[in-house]
């Protein structure tokens, strides 16, 4: 079975500035995909940034950016220019080739201060 | 554009009682996936669905029962509810011709008294 990890339980930084969000993963697989999924108060749940596997290109969208490391099954989220409505939950998540099923880490709640 | 539809958004049920979640997938998806996140916890897998047959199970109770229908919308079904299955549970739904698609309903928030 996969497993995903997040060893930041909680994070803090200062509007304007840059974080980045640590994730590991473990999997025999050679394909799949890598999400980042932000859970505001209100507890929905919205996708951040997808990653194929396959891709070596990182993912980027607008302020968010990530650094895929296949090799070393790492991909970390970084937040650029982070804003008040950055403060949320935020979970990493791996989706099997085949589809069957998400793992989420055990997410790093970010509150960004002004 | 269209969401993943979950209803309903707020359901109430006491000990012992049943309760069916709906799940209506972005048109076109085939796939539905059913978590299930408690309080302060990282969504938990419950079960899935591909083209209306179940494609794979996790940590999902003898209790509860799902099934996706031919218009692909999906059914939780919870029976003899305890105190414990008090959560947001979520619906999401992916096409396995687009691997970009892959985005969770709001949740259904279940209080069990």
């Known amino acids: 079975a996969q497993t995903v990890t997040q060893s930041q339980p909680e994070m803090s930084v200062q509007e304007a500035e840059t974080v980045t969000l640590s994730c590991t993963y473990d999997?025999?697989?050679?394909?799949?995909?890598l999400f980042w999924y932000k859970q505001p108060p209100s507890r929905q749940m919205i996708l951040v940034i997808r990653q194929e596997a396959y891709k070596q290109q990182n993912a980027t969208e607008n302020r968010f950016s990530v650094n895929f490391q296949k090799a070393a099954k790492s991909f970390s989220l970084k937040i650029s220019d982070s804003q008040l409505g950055d403060t949320a939950m935020y979970f990493c998540a791996f989706l099997e080739y085949n589809f069957n099923k998400f793992y989420f880490g055990s997410g790093t709640k970010l509150n960004v201060k002004p | 554009a269209a969401g993943v539809i979950q209803s309903p958004r707020h359901l109430i049920k006491e000990k012992r009682e049943t309760a069916t979640l709906k799940c209506y997938p972005i048109p076109r998806h085939d796939t539905v996936y059913w978590y299930q996140q408690g309080p302060g916890q990282d969504p938990q897998f419950l079960i899935s669905?591909?083209?209306?047959?179940?494609?794979d199970k996790g940590s999902i109770p003898d209790r509860f029962s799902a099934q996706q229908f031919s218009d692909y919308h999906s059914e939780l079904n919870m029976s003899s509810l305890e105190l414990g299955d008090s959560a947001l549970y979520f619906c999401?739904?992916?096409?396995?011709?687009?691997?970009?698609?892959?985005?969770f309903g709001p949740g259904t928030r279940l209080t069990v008294t």
């Open positions: 999401a739904s992916s096409s396995r011709q687009g691997a970009n698609e892959q985005y």
């Open positions: 669905f591909y083209e209306k047959m179940q494609s």
């Open positions: 999997t025999s697989e050679n394909n799949y995909y």
